[in-house]
């Protein structure tokens, strides 16, 4: 690090109005990475500001720390972000989501279209603990969004996705 690059100058640029100088420093942060970095972009992912969210996001993306996962999924789920979420669904792609098959799916079924195309590449990419209860959960809001198309975005584009991802796990119910 350069003496004029330091973590405090860092995490100030961070928050910058120059989009540029706080993209930068965002890219740095992942760099660095390390407890000081994690906590702050942590911190970060409670911000209202949705530009600062998502540099959090992408940072704690390349840092691939698994103790981003729960704060960025508090966020996720947080109803004020929910027009404002891919970007951090994307940031979990690297980081353990064996524990939330039935949120992966939730967000597959209601979410904007990147967080649905998102949450697809995670189901496809990892291993899950799951248990029958959740299946028959998953199937119960399938059956509930096929009566229901309007809750889910583009569902008549994305129903042959959904449903492929649907029957690859429910298909554990028949065994």
Request: hydrophobic share 40%; aromatic share 10%; glycine share 4%.
């Amino acid at each position: 690090m350069q003496p004029d690059q330091t973590l405090a100058a860092i995490k100030t640029n961070f928050f910058s109005p120059d989009s540029a100088v706080a993209m930068a420093a965002a890219d740095k942060l992942g760099e660095i990475g390390g407890d000081e970095v994690l906590n702050f972009l942590i911190q970060v992912l409670k911000s209202s500001n949705a530009s600062q969210r998502n540099s959090a996001a992408l940072a704690l993306r390349e840092i691939g720390d698994n103790r981003a996962a729960e704060p960025l999924w508090q966020e996720i789920l947080n109803p004020q972000n929910r027009n404002q979420r891919a970007t951090m669904v994307y940031a979990l792609e690297r980081l353990d989501c064996s524990q939330k098959l039935p949120e992966l799916f939730d967000l597959l079924f209601y979410g904007s279209y990147e967080a649905q195309m998102y949450a697809g590449t995670i189901l496809d990419e990892q291993v899950f603990e799951f248990s029958e209860a959740d299946l028959h959960t998953i199937q119960s809001k399938w059956d509930d969004l096929r009566k229901r198309p309007e809750k889910c975005v583009d569902f008549e584009l994305r129903k042959d996705d959904i449903q492929h991802f649907v029957e690859g796990f429910v298909s554990y119910l028949n065994n």
